[in-house]
């Protein structure tokens, strides 16, 4: 092992899960670029020391490691970067990466996920290599890549990455029929989806659910509420009232219509008046052909979209494979007749998932479950 490799192994992990926590604090603000983390650590013999830190800035640039570079000043010269990303390769605004750590005198890189941006995959690591620097990829890489999935998927595939919440009674039933919002899930859950709704792109429901719930679909958080995401709303028929919740607060945090028709109706002049934004929609056999949809958004810039309900947009995404992750918060009461029952069975998971984690929010049972392969 050379002397630069004295950080290998457990402490490479640890530094490395603390600069995957780092990316997190910019999840959903970045804009189409991913938030990722860096941490500049050097070991002058009393043990390693962090002695830079950045993380993508709002908007997405600057990038995390000019940042984290910035802060180490000096103190880069011959110590590792943390990287959670492969580091850019390519001239933006500002020089790539790759060369940024090279002139900074970075003698390791510890690198988490790859980069399928075709200005950067493989590049980035080959120059950090040409420069005779060390670089170890791939550490803590299915962790990295959990926080990066939006902007993973949005890259291979072409649309958001998609996560279905559902909330459910011990029974299985998500809400009663006619009754508008009913608690399933206490306080923990509920902050827990506030978070999610932070850390996400868009926020989707069906028009069945804007009717009935009459939801405000923002992160209620304490000092989070900057951070609530485009609230989008399937609404074949244009059929949002006015006086709701969403368009009445549409000035203060987007929502976005998508109708099939764009024929300026009453209803529509109103609700353009409130500032609502509106997306023509294909519809195939009456129903909102969701996989355009998707490609839609993506291209607006969308990485992570949230599906928040009901039971028919649910299972309108599952039905079409859409779903890359399913939220499943069950809590201990039963609803019983006149249920509206979930599109999947509770009991032995959706079937073409795995089970990713399983938590306990106060009274509620939690279950995140991810496509399977
Ligand atoms: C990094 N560090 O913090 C991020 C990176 O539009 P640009 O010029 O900002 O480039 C966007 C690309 O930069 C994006 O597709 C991804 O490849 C990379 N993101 N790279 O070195 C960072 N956020
Ligand atoms: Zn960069």
Do not use: W
């Not at 294909?282 to 949809?293: F, K, Q, T």
Request: charged content about 25%.
């Amino acid at each position: 092992m050379t002397e630069a490799g004295a950080l290998a192994g457990d402490a490479d992990r640890r530094f490395m899960a603390a600069a995957i926590r780092l990316s997190r604090r910019h999840l959903g603000l970045t804009g189409t670029n991913p938030s990722v983390g860096t941490l500049i650590v050097r070991d002058d013999g009393a043990g390693p020391r962090i002695v830079g830190r950045g993380v993508t800035a709002i908007g997405g640039r600057p990038h995390a490691e000019p940042q984290a570079l910035e802060e180490a000043g000096e103190a880069a010269r011959g110590a590792t970067a943390y990287v959670t990303l492969e580091p850019c390769a390519h001239h933006g605004r500002t020089p790539p990466c790759a060369n940024t750590l090279v002139a900074a005198g970075i003698s390791r890189v510890v690198g988490a996920a790859s980069d399928p941006d075709p200005r950067v995959s493989g590049k980035g690591y080959a120059i950090l290599r040409e420069a005779g620097i060390e670089v170890f990829e791939g550490v803590l890489a299915d962790e990295a890549a959990d926080l990066m999935r939006g902007y993973l998927t949005r890259s291979l595939k072409k649309r958001p990455e998609v996560t279905l919440k559902l909330a459910l009674s011990a029974d299985g039933m998500i809400g009663r029929r006619g009754e508008g919002q009913v608690a399933i899930t206490g306080a923990i859950s509920r902050a827990q989806v506030h978070m999610m709704r932070a850390e996400s792109d868009a926020i989707l429901v069906g028009i069945g659910t804007a009717l009935a719930d009459d939801p405000a679909l923002t992160c209620r958080l304490p000092g989070l509420s900057a951070r609530s995401p485009l609230r989008i709303v399937l609404d074949r028929d244009t059929r949002l009232p006015p006086g709701s919740v969403l368009a009445r607060t549409a000035r203060e945090v987007p929502v976005l219509v998508t109708a099939a028709s764009d024929c300026p109706t009453p209803r529509r002049i109103a609700l353009a008046e409130q500032g609502v934004d509106f997306l023509a929609v294909d519809v195939h056999e009456g129903h909102i052909a969701l996989p355009e949809l998707l490609e839609d958004l993506a291209a607006r810039g969308i990485m992570t979209l949230m599906v928040e309900g009901g039971a028919y947009t649910a299972s309108a995404f599952l039905d079409e494979d859409l779903v890359d992750r399913l939220c499943l918060f069950t809590g201990p009461a039963e609803i019983g007749p006149g249920g509206i029952a979930a599109p999947l069975d509770p009991a032995h998971g959706p079937a073409g998932f795995r089970l990713l984690r399983e938590a306990r929010f106060g009274d509620d049972h939690y279950r995140e479950y991810v496509r399977a392969g």
